[in-house]
């Protein structure tokens, strides 16, 4: 079983910025698309960035220009560097295995990372 653990949440203002991180237990960390979801009360999980093993990117329309994910393979990490961020990005953020820059996620979610974005 890969254990997730999901860190960096927090109390943000708008157009403030914010890097969540994600620490992966296991050898099979590097081999895998990793992903990050987000979900706000009321409403679906939703996939807002994926990596591929090998760096390439995908985000969700509603963060594209303003967040950014990156791996790190010899840390077993990834990160979701969210910049200019807005009200609405408000949620728990959880990173998942995918099975391909697309999905579908497979296997542990982390616990979640909450993000607020208030004045």
């Known amino acids: 079983q890969v254990q997730l653990v999901e860190s960096g949440g927090g109390l943000v203002q708008p157009w403030g910025s914010l890097r969540l991180s994600c620490a992966a237990s296991?050898?099979?960390?590097?081999?895998?698309?990793m992903g990050w979801y987000r979900q706000a009360p009321g409403k679906q999980r939703e996939l807002v960035a994926a990596v591929t093993s090998g760096g390439s990117t995908n985000y969700a329309d509603s963060v594209k220009g303003r967040f950014t994910i990156s791996r790190d393979n010899a840390k077993n990490t990834v990160y979701l560097q969210m910049n200019s961020l807005k009200p609405e990005d408000t949620a728990v953020y959880y990173c998942t295995f995918l099975r391909s820059l697309y999905g579908p996620n497979f296997g542990s979610w982390g616990q979640g990372t909450q993000v607020t974005v208030s004045s």
């Open positions: 296991g050898s099979i960390f590097s081999i895998y698309s």
